[in-house]
């Protein structure tokens, strides 16, 4: 749930900033085009003003050509009463008409009858007449010429005053074709794509590019909405603007899309406001600046590219990853099933308030592994959790928690029909070992019932605490946390906390059970036995802590302290001048584990100057089975001189076949053994062991021995030594001192 959260949260990252890498690419790709844009609206008003230059000076020279000669013809006081002295004026224009490419030159008279150099004389009322009569200087709108060739011209005209300067005496005129202006009109700007156009503030064409598309238009202003009406807003604006004799920028679509500027001809001899237009196709105007904005498109498009990539690459690793990490969360990779995590969180998602929730544990599993080495050991593991989880139902749930630990819910409602299958789970698992060819070994189980909401986690420790009960046990495999004994773990607590005093204070007490000849009765040895003598008087027996202290460890200490107290004690005895007897000390099967115990037992043997011989060693049988490093260790103490004897044999680990492995000099029957005596079957066993084990040349001690009948039958069978109740229950030191002396 948690990687699911940092997953969606670093998926949430990645996305913002792929977003905000595309924006600012965005925006930094407007910006340079605002900019952009602006640069060449800035070219474009430069041409334009440079074209309104051209123009306003070839008119301003037009005129003052104009102006020019109106002064001389003042100045050399022409006659304007007559047709004929008019006429004459005409004449002497006529020079000047040619020199300066006029279509025609002339006057008009003050009624209006316009004479030419071309010869043309026809009354005219038009702009020039119009203007001049007023005494103001002009330069015409484009009009059709109604002399000469009908063509279109613009008539440039000046008064000329009588001497007192003020009334009009006539009109100079001079006539240019309108085509001439187009040939100025048709810059070459903009790789000689740019035109323009002049005209009226209304929007009547002066003179247009040939160029453009709206040439022969009338009114460019109808032209612009003719072809889109896209342009009406732009019109609009530009209307507006030179109604107030503005500039302006305008983007216009005709026949494709066109830039366009705006700017008044200023020149005080037009009276109608004339506009240039300076005109270029708008991707013209991006030409240059196009195949960068297009290796900017590119790069945009390389990044979007290259992000999204990664984006799929992040999230297809992200998902793998997360895949990755669940598995890695979620399965336990020995058995390849799912993992204490896996079963927390999956049982926490039921939120079930009944079941059983069960810890398993095998007895014996280190064994496997040291014996039998780790592949065997990790495959009972594996072939384990397959029973585990073939026997469980499709709501039920199992993990593997680490080493031979492993955890069930399953859904019962009666504890006997869970132990039913706890039981068919034991019988299999206990196949185990023929199947795998090694050594035995037994499930146990600490059972939980969940009866409230109960947290997986505290479900399981409890499960725990219980399976601590049956561990080791060999009557009883399944533990309900009900069982526990509270008091128990207390006083177990406080057991522990006091052994390293108990050392210390000499709190353990050595007590011997001899053993005895059963047809002499003489006392032939001894076993030594520990006990606690707690420092308020009580005495503790072994088996309220000899378990505890083989589970934690601390038997070490304790075996190697009897042992050590013993060889002092037989010490004191020679040292005495007793005639000592082989005294047995137990070894646990906790200490085994120690590679140096050999050579610790023998040094202290050898310190305290004592013969091997008289103190033999106990070894359980159960930790004894199929071991092979017990086998080592058993040829290991008997090369140092010390006498092995198998103790407890016959007690429901027993396994004759085992004593042909390893070799030990006295075999011990067990009191469950020897409690059989009395039954017909169980004397053939007693006897048939006996029989064996002297065959083998191991001497046979029976323990647990209580009645005459027991003595008698043992006796019979060849029995070498008695122990138990019957001659002598375990005694102090004293007690047993006594008894030597005898
Ligand atoms: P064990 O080594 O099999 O010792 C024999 C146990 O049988 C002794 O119990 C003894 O008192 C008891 N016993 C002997 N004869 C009879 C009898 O006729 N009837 C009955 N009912 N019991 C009899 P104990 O002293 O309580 O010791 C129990 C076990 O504790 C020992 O079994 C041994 O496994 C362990 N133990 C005792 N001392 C030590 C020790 O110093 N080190 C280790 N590792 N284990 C020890
Ligand atoms: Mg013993
Ligand atoms: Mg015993």
Redesign the pocket.
Known sequence: MLENKHGKSRFLVVIIAVGVSLLAIANSRSNIETEIQTQLYGNLKDVAAQNDATIERLLEDRQQILLNIAAEIEKQGFDFTTEENIWKIVEWLENYSTLYDCKRMGIIATDGTTYATDGYKKVLKDEPYQYGIQGLANISSTITDQMGEEELINVFSVPIFMKDGKTVKGILYATYQTKEFLELLDINSFNNQGYSYIVQKDGAVVVGSKKSPMYGSKNVFDTMLVHSEDNAEVVEQMRNGMWNKQSGYAELYIMGDRSLYYTPIETEYIHKDWYLFTIVPTNVLYDKVETLLDQQDLLIIVVAVTLFCLMIYYMFTYRSDEKLLRNMAYIDPLTEGHNMHAFRERLKARKVNWGFVVSVDLNDFKLVNSVCGIDKGDETIRRVWDILKDNIGERELAAHGGGDHYVMYLQEVYKNHLMERLQKITEEIEKVPEELEIISIHPYFGVYELKDLTDPEEAYNYANQAKKLVKGDKTKNIAFYEEINFQKIIDNKQLVDSFKSAIENEEFQ??Y?PKFCGNTARIVGA?????WRKSDGSLV???QF?PLF?SNGM?IT??QY??NKVCEQQKRWLKDGKNILPVS????R??LYFGNIVDKYRDIARNHDIDMDMVPL?I?ESATIKNTKVKELVERFREAGFKLCL??FGNGYSSLAMLNLIRFDVL?L??MLVDYIGDPHGEQLVSYTIQLSKSMGMTVVA????TLKQVEFLNQQGCDEI????FS??VTLDKFTSMLDI
């Open positions: 050595v007590w059970q076993e030594a036995l520990v006990r027996p072994p088996y000899i083989e038997i304790l075996d009897v042992f000390v137990n070894i646990s906790a200490s106990e359980t103790d407890d011990k067990d009191k323990e647990g021995v209580e122990q138990g109740y019957f229950k375990p």
